[in-house]
Structures are given as structure tokens and as C-alpha cells.
């Protein structure tokens, strides 16, 4: 049974997956007005009470949860039934939320990336790295590459903000392809809220030279393991996902992380920046360096192999694997 909030990019997944989906109201408090605040802690309230209901019903053996004011209603309606259901928390990111640090209270584990993480939660902490579809680590590129109407040169560049897309990355990179697609293909995902503008600048975008290098897309489900498999570099947020997918996929980054995410991305970006798996560029930054430090990166393959060498030595192949021994034990 997987339980998120109504609307959100997990129901769309766990019902492409076949997964029973359960929806819950919730909200987000950090970084909102006092008033919005008060209105999300009713509706979390709330949340609480339906996931209450939905334990009731389901009888889990065991719950687990990644953080974030979604599942903060889950956590503490697994505190409260009765027998106590046995928490799991995996933590991608280098550094706790809010929801994190507090629902770890009730939690029998915390599960975590890295060891560098182990010191936020003592006696609770154990390290299983970040786990990733099997099928990224068994992609092929040429097969990726072909399946997404690539060609095997010139080198693949692929862009994408999240999955909600990211406005500063799309423009930018509208804006800079003029001097991208003599030089690479391009694949970028601009995320559903671009994409009515992205769909207006493909026309003026079609009369640029070498215009059939440029492959866009509103999102990618499945694909999106063969579009990481393909590219040569990514452009991309700095969210929790890139510690895990980016080193599977042994790929270099250009990494802009979202100024609002409460550190959180300065952190993974960091992390990878300062291995040789990374460059980081700010948000504010963006559009006047994106092009020179892609164009440097292009003309030095001897550093762009180094990174992606950096960035596949941090790869936890076994961490699924890991995540779910630790569900059985709890589970009993």
C-alpha cells in the first residue's frame, strides 16, 4: 500500500506500478506565511487521522517513508496504532528536514546514504546507500541512445529540473542551444509546467542549425533510465536523487541547486563537487555560465572521463537490497 498526497507525482507512479495507492491530506509548514502554517498543521492533523484508518484496515508488518511533510502524517499514525507498526525512514539527502528529524523519534531505523549522515541519528542510523532501478545499472548506451532517436555522436547532453521541471534551467537552456547543437544532442525534459512554453519555442527553435539534435519532453517515466544511460553530462537540480542516480549511472554533472530547498541541494551538490563527480553553478549564475562551462567540459574529455570515473566510485549498487533486509528484520 503506498499512501501519498492527492495529486501528487506519487500517485501517478505507484498506479503505473500497480500499486494500491491510498491518498491523505497534508501540507507543507516550513518557509509558509503563519496562516498557511495553521491551515497545513489541520490538514495534517487530519492526515493523521486517515492514515490511522488505512493502518487500521491494511495491518502493515511494517511502514517506511522518505521524509517530507507527506509522510509526516504516516510516521506518527504508526506511533499511535496499536500494536505499534515499526518505522523505517530512509534519509536520501546529506543533511535531516524538519519532518525527518522529527518523525525519527518514532522510528525503530533510519536509513541513510551515506556515513557521513550516521551522526544525526545515534543508535538509530544504519548506512545502505541510495538505491536505484535496477535497470539503470544495466543500461546499455548505444541501446539508450537509439531508443530515444540518438545518434552515437556527438556526445549527449541531458537537461531537466525535477519532476516538476525547473524555469531558470529551461530558459537558459533555450536560450544557449543556439551555441549547444553545433557542439551535442540534446535532450531536455522541461518538466508539465514548461512545456505550453517550451511547445511555443520549438518553432523558432526548428529554423537553428542542426535543430534535429534538440529532443524535448514535458517528462519521461520508464525512459528516463535510457536517457540517463545515453547522456555524456547532465544538467540538473541537486535533489536527494543525484547522489543515487548520477553515480549509478557513472555520469558527470553541471548541478544548480534550487536556492529554496533549505540547504538541502547546497549539500548534495556539494558532495559531489567536492569528489570530481560535479560543477556546481548557481541558480542566480545560470544563464552566464552555463554555456563556458559546458564548452570547457566538451573540450577536455580527459576530465569529463575523471568525473565520470568520481561519480561511479560513489555508487551503492546493493542499497535496495540493503533498504529492504532492513524492512524484513523490523517486519519480523
Known sequence: MYVGETGGIEETLARRSGIPFSAVETGQIRGRAPWIVAHNLARMARGIGQCTEIIRAFKPDVAFTTGGYVAAPVAWATWRARPRVPLLIYLPDLTPGQAIRMTSRVAARVAVSFPEVERYFPGKAVVTGYPVRPELLAADRSASRAALNLTDDPPVLLVFGGSRGAHSINRALVEALPQLLPLCQVVHISGPTDWPWITEQL??????????????????????????????????????????????????????????????????????????????????????????????????????????????????????????????????
Open 203 to 332: 518553432s523558432a527553435i526548428g529554423h537553428q542549425p542542426s535543430a534535429d539534435r534538440y529532443h524535448a519532453y514535458p517528462y519521461l517515466h520508464d525512459e528516463m533510465v535510457q536517457a540517463l544511460a545515453a547522456a555524456d553530462l547532465v544538467i540538473a537540480r541537486a535533489g536527494a536523487s543525484v547522489l543515487g542516480e548520477f553515480p549509478a549511472a557513472g555520469l558527470p554533472s553541471i548541478l544548480v541547486p534550487y536556492p529554496y530547498a533549505g540547504q538541502h541541494q547546497d549539500a548534495n551538490a556539494a558532495y559531489l563537487a567536492d569528489r570530481g563527480a560535479a560543477v556546481v553553478i548557481s541558480n542566480a549564475d545560470l544563464a552566464s555560465r552555463l554555456v563556458p562551462t559546458v564548452m570547457a567540459l566538451w573540450s577536455a574529455p580527459e576530465r569529463l572521463a575523471g568525473m565520470a570515473a568520481a561519480a561511479r566510485s560513489l555508487a551503492h549498487p546493493d542499497a535496495a537490497d540493503r533498504i529492504a533486509e532492513e524492512l524484513r528484520k523490523l517486519a519480523g
